[in-house]
């Protein structure tokens, strides 16, 4: 099968951060299929480190945006992606934080594309306060939250509000076979 042919591929392809959103909710339902995507991330020895918080209360949204500065427009909707280190310690795991991270960042492409596939816009948002969120959502101190998915129906972008095109750099320019050379870097 050709990659022009396959859904999946297509769909990563067509993706975009999306930051401007409509007035029409993101339903309960859209949100289910957003997280049983997240579900079936990949994650480091099939663990399951994270737990997801969905958010659709416009209210909890407001109070959230607040204490958030990476995000910008009015998602309908929002997942706050967290670790439940109680279940780190369950498990006596000791190795590097960064697996934890990778488990996030898996679980948030599945959201961003599934999101996409069903016809919603959606895009990470990595600064807000922790401790706020922590509070306004009422997590135990032992569930931390470490990234967040807005979720809405996208706006029609405008040609001229249109962003530099999602791949500026030709795959060549980012890939070396074999062995890394300096020369590949200039």
């Known amino acids: 099968m050709l990659a022009e042919d396959n859904i999946v591929l297509t769909t990563i392809r067509q993706r975009r951060v999306v ?4 007035e029409e909710p993101v339903t309960r339902e859209q949100m289910l299929e957003v997280l049983r995507a997240a579900r079936w991330a990949p994650t480091g020895g099939n663990k399951r480190l994270h737990r997801f918080v969905a958010v659709l209360d416009p209210v ?25 280190w109680d279940r780190v310690a369950i498990l006596g795991y000791r190795g590097p934080r960064q697996i934890f991270d990778i488990d996030v960042g ?13 016809g ?14 922590s509070v306004l959502l009422r997590l135990p101190d032992s569930i931390t939250p470490e990234l967040m998915v807005i979720l809405g129906h996208p706006v029609p972008r405008r040609p001229e509000h249109q962003s530099r095109p999602q791949t500026p ?3 060549r320019d980012l890939v070396t076979w074999e062995q890394f050379h300096l020369r590949d870097r200039l």
């Open 169 to 171: 750099t030709r795959l």
């Open 19 to 22: 930051r401007n959103f409509n």
């Open 120 to 133: 919603l816009g959606a895009g990470p948002v990595t600064s807000f306060s922790k401790e706020a969120v």
């Open 60 to 84: 909890t949204i407001r109070l959230i945006r607040t204490v958030s500065p990476g995000m910008s427009g009015h998602p309908k909707g929002l997942v706050v992606v967290c670790i439940d």
């Open 106 to 118: 898996t679980a948030t492409e599945n959201m961003l594309l599934a999101a996409h596939a069903i």
